[in-house]
């Protein structure tokens, strides 16, 4: 059986400025989305598809960690604690306690993407497609941010890989961290570039990485703890289940589209723009 190691959530200090490992990772997943977006522009076909420049990725990135904050926690608030943040408004701008929301923060960043492509007179879906493979590896970094600090543990189990989080009890549970690190994370991107790098009408692969992180989310929920101030909701399935339901629903649905508008290809090696 495993133990939690309880890693010091402060990763180093500057004076007075305390630098937590969350945020690190979240520097880390902004830095990933920018690396990983340079090397899909470097192939002209991507650029051409896209209609991205370097500097419209380097915007576009300003314009993403905006939605990824300002959704993320409005979707917590919205989703998960809306009764206590009413009764505590001010508490709302309290970022530094945690408390963000994939679902809301994949909200936001769909609103600025529209914002930017509105601005840049850019096609919404044509840009989606570009980023969506970048994304996953990014919600990597967020899922160990999570482990190294030993919140959003799992349920107890007797598995032989089961961890005990000191911070929690001292009953065995799923490092269920670990599990949305592997799938959402990283067997999403490798399986979401593979997925881009081969013909595929426009809007194709934003419905894939919509329908699977859906899945991918709804299996982990199973080994998730539920949300202590939240419970089990309707048909014993948790808020993330129930948030992943909708999502999973209009990545199917813009499949659907997708295969019924063949004619603007997506191909990065000829696209057709």
Known sequence: MLVHPRFDPIAFSLGPLAVRWYGLMYLVAFALFYWLGRVRLQRPAWSQASGLSLRDLEDLLFWGALGVVLGGRLGYVLFYKTGWYAAHPLEIFAVWKGGMSFHGGLLGVLVAVALFCRLRGLRFLRVTDFVAPLVPIGLAAGRLGNFINGELWGRPTDVPWAMVFPQV??????????????????????????????????????????????????????????????????????MGQWLSIPMFVAGIALLAWSRRSRGEDAHPEAPRV
């Open 169 to 238: 009890d001292s009953l065995p549970r799923h490092p269920s961290q670990l599990y949305q690190f592997a799938g959402e994370g990283i067997a999403l991107f490798a399986f979401l570039w593979w997925f881009s790098s081969r013909p595929r009408p426009v809007g194709a692969v934003s419905g894939m990485f919509l329908a699977g992180y859906a899945v991918l989310r709804f299996v982990a929920e199973f080994a998730r703890e539920p949300d202590d101030f939240l419970g089990l909701q309707a048909l014993s399935l948790t």
